[in-house]
């Protein structure tokens, strides 16, 4: 029998166009395939470029924010032209800064970048930043009198702490919060670590900018101009304050020929005591801050009629001016406590005749900030153990991170220039 030759040769013609057309649509579809993985990594990048452009424009929104003298309203600033790279690449963004309009007041800055027609929106949150933003700060760490002052084994402090000088260790004091420090090394008694090894729960910077200490001159004028208006307490020479768990103090004052006389704490907020030395104790319901061109001297416990480490609704809060130094009274209790955000300008926090007797623990809740860090106590450079003085332990009022203590003042950098901080930061 003869074979079908023609039909064999047709079916393998039929199979061969079969597999053309199949290898033909598969290189088709690999291609389509590559095209959209070249179109979605086009898009992504320029979304990456439009992010960065509205990043951009929040930075140009700061600077030109922080080139006011003053607090401006709302302003929109924008570059219709933006650079991307090398070449002739070009973007654009818009920036929106609202201000919620306070005395003290936070801006919102809404920022659109767009690149090629992909476009995104950064919104940032930022406020006056103050010296209470700081758990504890300091100009230097060594005192005219006394030398180095030592952080020891013992002592606590939350929040964030920064010198524009040199911290100085013993043993293993513990930091819970963020601590800087402008020097490159800390100054260490045994030498460091394993001897001396404090505890930075969140970390030590080295190297870390000056800051600015706050204006002493501006502040001062602050508070007495608020204390001397109609509405403040503005007071000449020695003065008593015995704060009471009423909302009222007890006033000594030659000059207005007051004796333990009973006033009602400023509507205002604001007590100036000018021409002599203001002596506080007592129980504080309310707001107050209280400034003098001179010392305070704290001759005992100050602590919050409703405490707010209990109740956070809690609106007692006292701020604690000194043009000079802050004092504790050797006269005050044992085992004493200090709520108040304390600020000595040109002096520092100090403890009377701190080498006299062992006082116990001195709990102070708030913040601190000194030019010159002052001596609270004394220990055996030894063993360690506290021989006089108080074991001193700080504890920040986390308040302040969105508020601060009434007729407080921004601080201004060294090109005069008003610092702020950040609240927030989000993509939308």
């Known amino acids: 029998m003869k074979r079908a030759t023609g039909n064999r040769k047709g079916f393998v013609l039929a199979c061969s166009l079969i597999i053309v057309a199949l290898v033909v649509l598969s290189v088709a579809g690999y291609f389509i395939f590559v095209s959209n993985d070249l179109t979605m990594a086009d898009r992504i990048a320029n979304s990456i470029r439009a ?10 929104a ?45 801006y919102t800055m809404t920022s659109q970048g767009t690149y090629r027609g992909s476009t995104k929106t950064l919104v940032l949150s930022v406020t006056l930043a103050s010296c209470s933003k ?35 260790m013993w043993g293993d004091p513990v930091f819970d919060g963020p601590v800087s420090q402008v020097a490159s090394s800390i100054n260490y008694w045994n030498g460091g670590p394993p001897a001396d090894d404090p505890d930075f729960q969140h970390g030590l910077t ?9 204006s002493s001159g501006d502040l001062i004028q602050s508070i007495k101009t608020a204390a001397f208006e109609t509405w403040g307490v503005g007071l000449t020479g020695n003065t008593t304050i015995v704060l009471l768990s009423d909302g009222t103090m007890n006033v000594t004052n030659a ?28 129980v504080l319901k309310g707001a107050l801050t209280i400034g003098c061109d001179s010392d305070i001297v704290i001759d005992d416990s100050i602590v919050y009629n409703t405490d707010p480490r209990e109740d956070p609704s809690s609106t007692d809060m006292l701020g604690l001016v000194a043009l000079r130094d802050i004092i504790v009274s050797d006269d005050a209790s044992h085992d004493m406590e200090i709520d108040a955000y304390l600020t000595a300008l040109t002096g520092s926090f100090e403890v009377e005749n701190f080498w006299a007797s062992l006082k116990g623990d ?67």
């Not at 102070?364 to 000194?370: A, P, V, Y």
């Open 51 to 60: 992010y960065y452009i509205a990043d951009a424009g929040l930075a140009d």
């Open 206 to 214: 080295l190297n870390a900018p000056a800051l600015a200490m706050p």
């Open 362 to 428: 001195m709990v102070q809740f708030g913040g601190l900030t000194n030019y010159v860090c002052g001596p609270t106590g004394m220990f055996n450079p030894w063993t360690g153990q506290m021989v006089a003085g108080y074991m001193q332990l700080q504890f920040y009022d986390e308040r302040f991170e969105e508020t601060v203590p009434a007729w407080f003042l921004p601080v201004r950098d060294a090109d005069n220039r008003l610092t702020y901080r950040r609240i927030s930061f989000a993509e939308m």
């Open 62 to 106: 700061y600077m030109r924010l922080r080139s006011y003298p003053g607090t401006p309203s709302s302003f929109t600033v924008g570059d219709g032209s933006f650079a991307v790279g090398p070449g002739s690449c070009t973007g654009s963004y818009q920036v929106q800064v609202a201000s919620n309009g306070s005395p003290w007041p936070t």
């Open 255 to 282: 000059q207005k020929g007051w004796t333990n006389s009973n006033q009602p704490l400023p509507t205002n907020f604001a007590l100036f005591v000018t021409g002599g030395v203001v002596h506080v104790s007592g």
């Open 134 to 168: 700081w758990a504890y700060l300091s100009q230097t760490e060594i005192d005219p009198f006394w030398g180095d002052l030592w952080w020891v084994t013992g002592m606590t402090t939350t929040g964030p702490c920064h010198t524009n000088g040199r911290f100085n």
